[in-house]
C-alpha cells in the first residue's frame, strides 16, 4: 500500500499539466466597511452588469464577481470554445468568510432568529457557487486557505485540481475581505489547461 | 393600507437586498416568487423573520404563508389582520 501511494505521488509529479495564463484582472479597494460595500457596488454599475443577484451577495462574492465578470467578458469568444463542464474554479483568501460570519454572529445576538441570507454566504466557497450559476459551469471547484498570497502555490494547486478533475480552463485567484485592515484584495487569472 | 403597503415594501426592499428598486418600482399586486420580483426561498425565511420580528407574526401552516407571500397586497392584508406588535 505505501509502494503504492509513493508511486503515485511520483507520477503527479511527472505529469505536469502545462498551464497558459490567458488573462488576469487585479482590484484593491481600501476604506472604511460600509465604503467599501459601496465602492464594490459602484464598480458593479460601471461595468453596466444586469444582475440584481449581485446585491444580495456578501462583499467576498461581490469581489469574486467582479473579477469574474471582467475575465469572461474579455474573453467570451474563449469562453465559447470551452464546455460548460469543462470550467473550473479555484479561489483562495486568509480570511475565508469572516465578512459573514461576523455578521452572522451579530444577527444571533441582535435578534432571536438569525438572517437565513447571511447565513448562506457563511462559507467561502459559496463565492465559487455564484459565478457557477452566473456562468452554468459545472466544473471542478475548490476553494483554498492561505496565509498569504503566494502566485506559486495557486499554481501547484490549479495543477492539483488538474489531475483530480479534466478542465480546459481555470478562473483561479486570490478574493480576501481583510475587515480587520479594511482591505478588499483581488487578484484574479485565467488559466487554458493542456 | 396603503401606508402598511408602502412599510413593508421599504421592508422588504431593506431586508432582502434589493437596492436595485424603489417602492414605487414593486407593483402592489406583482408576483413575489417565480415571475414578477423573482424572489427565491432564502428570500421566503426572510420574510417570515422580518414578518416574526417586525409584527410578531409566526405561521404554523406551511399553505397559509405561501398564499399570504403572493404579493405584496396580501402580505399587508395578513398583517392588518394578525398582527401582534409593529
Known amino acids: ?194 | 393600507m396603503q401606508d402598511l403597503i408602502l412599510e413593508i415594501k421599504s421592508k422588504l426592499i431593506e431586508q432582502l437586498n434589493l437596492q436595485h428598486l424603489t417602492p414605487e418600482q414593486i407593483d402592489d399586486d406583482a408576483m413575489l416568487f417565480g415571475t414578477g420580483l423573482g424572489l427565491d426561498s432564502i428570500d421566503a425565511l426572510e420574510i417570515i423573520v422580518l414578518l416574526d420580528n417586525d409584527y410578531g407574526i409566526k405561521f404554523k401552516d406551511q399553505d397559509e404563508a405561501r398564499e399570504v407571500f403572493t404579493s405584496v397586497r396580501t402580505i399587508a392584508e395578513y398583517v392588518s389582520k394578525h398582527r401582534v406588535n409593529g
Open chain 1, 1 to 194: 500500500m505505501q509502494i503504492a501511494f509513493y508511486l503515485s505521488l511520483n507520477l503527479l509529479k511527472m505529469t505536469e499539466y502545462r498551464t497558459e495564463l490567458v488573462d488576469s484582472f487585479e482590484l484593491e479597494l481600501s476604506a472604511e466597511a460600509a465604503d467599501l460595500e459601496k465602492q464594490l457596488g459602484e464598480i458593479y454599475q460601471e461595468m453596466g452588469i444586469n444582475y440584481p443577484k449581485f446585491y444580495k451577495m456578501n462583499d467576498l462574492c461581490k469581489l469574486g464577481f467582479i473579477g469574474a465578470e471582467k475575465i469572461t467578458s474579455n474573453n467570451t469568444s474563449l469562453f465559447s470554445e470551452i464546455a460548460k463542464d469543462q470550467v473550473a474554479t479555484i479561489f483562495f483568501n486568509r480570511s475565508s468568510s469572516l465578512v459573514s460570519d461576523h455578521e452572522h454572529m451579530t444577527s444571533i445576538h441582535r435578534q432571536s432568529i438569525p438572517s437565513p441570507a447571511v447565513f448562506v454566504y457563511t462559507l467561502p466557497n459559496i463565492l465559487n457557487g455564484e459565478i457557477a450559476i452566473r456562468n452554468e459551469w459545472t466544473g471542478y471547484s475548490a476553494f483554498y486557505l492561505m496565509e498569504n498570497y503566494e502566485a506559486s502555490k495557486i499554481d501547484e494547486l490549479v495543477n492539483i485540481g488538474r489531475h483530480c478533475q479534466t478542465f480546459s480552463l481555470c478562473l483561479a485567484g486570490w478574493v480576501e475581505t481583510d475587515l480587520a485592515n479594511q482591505k478588499y484584495s483581488l487578484k484574479i487569472m485565467l488559466y487554458k489547461v493542456n
